[in-house]
Structures are given as C-alpha cells and as structure tokens.
T-cell receptor, first 110, second 112 residues
Framework: TQLLEQSPQFLSIQEGENLTVYCNSS?????LQWYRQEPGEGPVLLVT?????EVKKLKRLTFQFGDARKDSSLHITAAQPGDTGLYLC??????????FGAGTRLFVKA | ETGVTQTPRHLVMGMTNKKSLKCEQH?????MYWYKQSAKKPLELMFV???????ENNSVPSRFSPECPNSSHLFLHLHTLQPEDSALYLC???????????FGPGTRLTVT
C-alpha cells in the first residue's frame, strides 16, 4: 500500500513565524501536488512539482520536491492568519491514481 | 472559485433513506472523481470516470452507486447507508490522466 506521511499533523503558531511542513513516502511519484483546504470548502491546488530537486515559490510559500521524487516540503515565511487551513500533499503515480496525505492543520494566530 | 459545484452542501439522512449527490464541472475536463474525506484520514478515492466510463472503483460498498451521464455531470446515489459513512464527499475533475485535480466544495453527509 502506498502511503504519504505528512508532519506535523497540527501546527499552531504566531503571526510572523516561519514553518515547514513535510511530506514523505517510500514510493516514487511522477509529480506531487500541494493543496490548501479551508473549513467547509474543497481542496484548492497550490502548486505541482515534477522534477526531482525542483523548487517553486508562490509569494511567501516555497515548495521543494526531493531529488528522488519521494518527498516534498512546504515552507511558509512570515505566516499570516490568512494562511490558516489544512495543507494536503498528493503524489501522482500515473493513470488516475493520486495518493493523498492526511494533511497538516495550520493555525496562525494574530 | 473552482468551476466545480456540488449540491447539496449539507445532507442529513436516515439509514433507510435514498438520496443523491450531484456534481457539475464547468472546466471542460473529461475525468471526474468521487472522494470520501473523514477526519484525520487521507482522502479516499471512491470512483473515477473518464469520458463517461468508470475506470476506477476502489472496493466501495454497493450502497454507493455512481452515475456519469456526460462529461460535465457526476452523481453519487446513496441508499441504506451506515453511520460510519458520515463524511465530507468531494467531487473533482481533471483532464484525462492529468495529475492536477480541481475540487468542488463538498457535501457534508451525516447518517443518523
């Protein structure tokens, strides 16, 4: 069974702090997506990383795909209350198969 | 705004009821998905339709019955559900075999 493990499961920080969320697997993925889900809504796609070692930036968010394409990280600089939500990583294995992590619930206090 | 809509947003049903969830996508995609999201668990893929044909059925109990009349619409028919079926049911769409999926807001289902 392919698994994606996310850590930490829950994170509560003050506005302005930095944080990193990790997504790890023993499986190799063709690509990896990060989503953010707010309460009462569906996940919204933030970014896709495809190449091993790839780094993508989205404003204060930095995403990295591991060299072996088995893991990824999301770093947020100077977190803001608007960053609060559930962050999901998802590994694409081909065809119609995407494996989701259980998510990291982030709460940023003003 | 995702271009994928789901109705109803909330549903409470008894174990003997029959109800249906509806999903509609306005993105020109030709693959549609049903997922189940339970607290603290990864999204569970239930069904996938590509070009209106079911291509994935991940051992889902027969009390869940999907229907895809065209590439823009997807239904999930529910009957004789169990309390453990209470969850957020998410619909998603994508281009065929594309890893980027776009999700609807979900239907929060409570089975009493």
């Amino acid at each position: 069974t392919q698994l994606l493990e996310q850590s930490p499961q829950f994170l509560s920080i003050q506005e302005g702090e930095n944080l990193t969320v990790y997504c790890n697997s023993s499986s190799v993925f063709s690509s990896l997506q990060w989503y953010r889900q707010e309460p009462g809504e569906g996940p919204v796609l933030l970014v896709t990383v495809v190449t091993g070692g790839e780094v993508k930036k989205l404003k204060r968010l930095t995403f990295q795909f591991g060299d072996a394409r088995k893991d990824s990280s999301l770093h947020i600089t100077a977190a803001q209350p608007g960053d609060t939500g559930l962050y999901l990583c998802a590994g694409y294995t081909g065809g119609f198969k995407t494996i989701f992590g259980a998510g990291t619930r982030l709460f940023v206090k003003a | 705004e995702t271009g994928v809509t789901q109705t109803p947003r909330h549903l409470v049903m008894g174990m003997t009821n029959k109800k249906s969830l509806k999903c509609e996508q306005h993105l020109g995609h030709n693959a549609m998905y049903w997922y189940k999201q339970s607290a603290k668990k990864p999204l569970e893929l239930m069904f996938v339709y590509s070009l209106e044909e079911r291509v994935e059925n991940n051992s889902v109990p027969s009390r869940f019955s999907p229907e895809c009349p065209n590439s823009s619409h997807l239904f999930l028919h529910l009957h004789t559900l169990q309390p453990e079926d209470s969850a957020l049911y998410l619909c998603a769409s994508s281009h065929t075999r594309d890893y980027e999926q776009y999700f609807g807001p979900g239907t929060r289902l409570t089975v009493t």
